[in-house]
């Protein structure tokens, strides 16, 4: 089970998680009871992949569900658009190169607009060169992270827990569901 601290926060996944035992934070240090369905439980977080090979979307799927991810697929930047507007997703994974609407595109009008100022987005790249200049996500169009497709397997869980640990999730996705159904 992953619970949230109620002061800051901060994801994390307890052994033995049971209801009205006491927890510490390891962040802000803040003691607090677990209830069941109360806010130091999270449900599963939103997760959006766009990319245009199913089968890619598959093995990501895969991969995501032995996490605490609710995971939909869309095949191009269009329906990852409309997508994001529906669903108000914890995360996007997002291909740099999909039909209809290239990625960077996608993400810069999302992280443009204020209804998604807690929404993280990885871009997915197909480009592999070990000796390439690292640029810092601020430069990628205000992506969160960056990974390159063939190192999804190692690297994309540690990747996508050390982002979500770093969102205040229920406040952020709360505030986006309302802003999208205005």
């Known amino acids: 089970m992953l619970i949230a601290c109620p002061s800051c926060g901060k994801h ?28 130091g439980s999270v449900g599963r ?3 959006l992949i766009a990319e245009e090979s199913a089968l890619f ?3 990501l799927a895969e991969l995501l569900a032995a ?6 697929t869309c095949r191009d930047g269009a329906a990852a658009l409309a997508a994001a507007e529906k669903l108000c997703p914890d995360l996007l994974l997002l291909d740099v190169a999909l039909p209809g609407m290239p990625g960077f595109q996608l ?17 997915i790249a197909s480009t592999y060169d070990e000796t390439r200049y690292r640029r810092p ?5 205000g992506a969160d992270a960056y990974i ?10 540690p990747m996508l827990h050390r982002l979500m640990d770093h969102q205040p999730r229920a ?6 569901e309302t802003a999208s159904q205005s």
Not at 148 to 157: G, K, S, T, W
């Open 45 to 47: 977080l939103k997760v």
């Open 107 to 123: 993400c810069e009008k999302l992280k443009e607009d204020p209804r998604y100022a807690g929404l993280k987005i990885v871009l």
């Open 148 to 157: 390159e497709r063939h190192r999804i397997a190692e690297e994309l869980l």
């Open 12 to 39: 994390f996944r307890p052994k033995g998680a049971k209801a009205g035992k006491r927890y510490r934070c390891s962040r802000c240090r803040a003691v607090f009871r677990l209830v069941p369905g109360g806010e």
């Open 57 to 59: 979307c598959q093995r």
């Open 171 to 176: 406040d952020a996705r709360q505030e986006r």
């Open 137 to 141: 996500p601020v430069s990628l169009y």
């Open 67 to 72: 996490e605490p991810f609710e995971v939909t």
